[in-house]
């Protein structure tokens, strides 16, 4: 059973280059008007050094295909360029080269959350990255950014049932022993890859776990277009799109047809295990929040046949 933050969906403004140096978010700002954060109470200049160093490391380490943007090929550094984060994060060239060089200038949380998102940061990433700013993390609770220990454990408790939290954009969050069992590993996947609709389209033992492949895929890249509409712009949702459609040519053609379907809170979905053999399951959505955000998914046995191969995999 394993759990993953994976970086929250939060909205972004564009920050055109030309106005970044004249924005007051980009000023550079007098001691005086600093937060009284434990970041700023050492030594700011040790610690913008930090996070410069920090951001390029992270930035280095990333090749283009990750985040869905072509290959130019050989490169006279590794990882993105700078002028590649900024457009990945919606924001201006100089003022991320800016933040990467050390200048003494404020940064938003909001601003940071988008460049955590351009670099695939991982929960502790994030975190570092905010710490080292000196900003408060704004964590919008609409998509539920940390699954606690509270739901967690209703995942287990739900076990011999699969069970699974996913947000809108079908990152796996969390899930059961079962869920694994049916499904196939997720732990030893880095956390941008616990994501469905990857899975359906590049890892094909993944894919040979459903009765109806072309159907599951379908419904969710028509799902998927969906949810975009309310995420356009969003960096975490346009490196995903970019991402698949590289790698996948099945999803491309997919999405090409521009069909639309609205999430549902259940619905009947087909297995193939290969111990087991196959099993026909009811799926029930429930949401944790307010909104359409993040949803634990558990599936229950359709049929006495299908309960039998439950128990006989929950054995194994």
Same mark, same amino acid.
């Given at each position: 059973?394993?759990?993953?933050?994976?970086?929250?969906?939060?909205?972004?403004?564009?920050?055109?280059?030309?106005?970044?140096?004249?924005?007051?978010?980009?000023?550079?700002s007098a001691?005086?008007?600093?937060?009284?954060?434990?970041a700023?109470?050492?030594?700011?200049?040790?610690?913008?050094?930090?996070?410069?160093?920090?951001?390029?490391s992270?930035?280095? #380490? !990333?090749?283009?295909?990750?985040?869905?943007?072509?290959?130019?090929?050989?490169?006279?550094t590794?990882?993105?360029?700078?002028?590649?984060?900024?457009?990945?994060?919606?924001?201006?060239?100089?003022?991320?080269?800016?933040?990467?060089?050390? #200048?003494?200038? &404020?940064?938003?949380?909001?601003v940071?959350?988008?460049?955590? #998102?351009?670099?695939?940061?991982?929960?502790?990433?994030?975190?570092?990255?905010?710490?080292?700013?000196?900003?408060?993390?704004?964590?919008?609770?609409?998509?539920?950014? !940390?699954?606690?220990?509270?739901? &967690?454990?209703?995942?287990? &408790?739900?076990?011999?049932?699969?069970?699974?939290?996913?947000?809108?954009?079908?990152?796996?969050?969390?899930?059961n022993?079962?869920?694994?069992?049916?499904?196939?590993?997720?732990?030893?996947?880095?956390?941008? &890859?616990?994501?469905? !609709?990857?899975?359906l389209?590049?890892?094909?033992?993944?894919?040979?776990?459903?009765l109806?492949?072309?159907?599951?895929?379908?419904?969710?890249?028509?799902?998927?277009?969906?949810?975009?509409?309310?995420?356009?712009?969003?960096?975490?949702?346009?490196?995903?799109?970019?991402?698949?459609?590289?790698?996948?040519?099945?999803?491309?053609?997919?999405?090409? #047809?521009?069909?639309?379907?609205?999430?549902?809170?259940g619905? !009947?979905?087909?297995?193939?295990?290969?111990?087991?053999?196959?099993?026909?399951?009811?799926?029930?959505?429930?949401?944790?929040?307010?909104?359409?955000?993040?949803?634990?998914?558990?599936?229950?046995?359709?049929?006495?046949?299908?309960?039998?191969?439950?128990?006989?995999?929950?054995r194994?």
């Amino acid at each position: 059973m394993s759990t993953v933050n994976i970086p929250v969906d939060t909205a972004s403004r564009p920050l055109p280059d030309a106005l970044a140096p004249h924005t007051d978010a980009l000023a550079p700002s007098a001691p005086n008007e600093r937060s009284a954060s434990p970041a700023h109470t050492a030594s700011p200049e040790l610690r913008r050094q930090e996070l410069a160093a920090f951001l390029r490391s992270r930035r280095e #380490r !990333i090749t283009p295909e990750q985040v869905g943007l072509p290959s130019t090929g050989r490169r006279r550094t590794p990882g993105l360029r700078r002028e590649e984060v900024a457009q990945l994060a919606s924001v201006g060239v100089t003022w991320y080269t800016w933040l990467e060089q050390g #200048r003494d200038i &404020q940064v938003s949380g909001q601003v940071l959350a988008a460049v955590s #998102r351009a670099l695939l940061l991982d929960p502790n990433e994030r975190t570092h990255l905010y710490t080292l700013a000196g900003a408060a993390d704004p964590m919008p609770s609409k998509d539920c950014p !940390i699954v606690t220990p509270v739901v &967690q454990r209703v995942l287990d &408790q739900l076990s011999p049932l699969p069970a699974c939290v996913l947000n809108a954009r079908y990152d796996v969050l969390a899930y059961n022993d079962m869920y694994v069992k049916l499904l196939g590993e997720l732990d030893d996947l880095p956390f941008e &890859q616990r994501n469905l !609709i990857w899975l359906l389209f590049t890892d094909p033992e993944y894919r040979a776990r459903y009765l109806d492949p072309e159907a599951a895929s379908r419904t969710v890249v028509a799902r998927l277009r969906t949810g975009l509409a309310e995420h356009v712009g969003d960096p975490a949702w346009k490196a995903l799109l970019n991402r698949l459609r590289q790698a996948s040519p099945e999803f491309e053609e997919a999405w090409a #047809r521009y069909d639309v379907a609205a999430q549902v809170a259940g619905g !009947i979905k087909g297995f193939v295990h290969p111990v087991v053999g196959s099993l026909r399951m009811n799926y029930t959505s429930m949401w944790l929040g307010p909104r359409q955000g993040a949803r634990v998914t558990v599936y229950t046995p359709i049929d006495e046949d299908s309960e039998a191969r439950l128990q006989q995999l929950a054995r194994l």
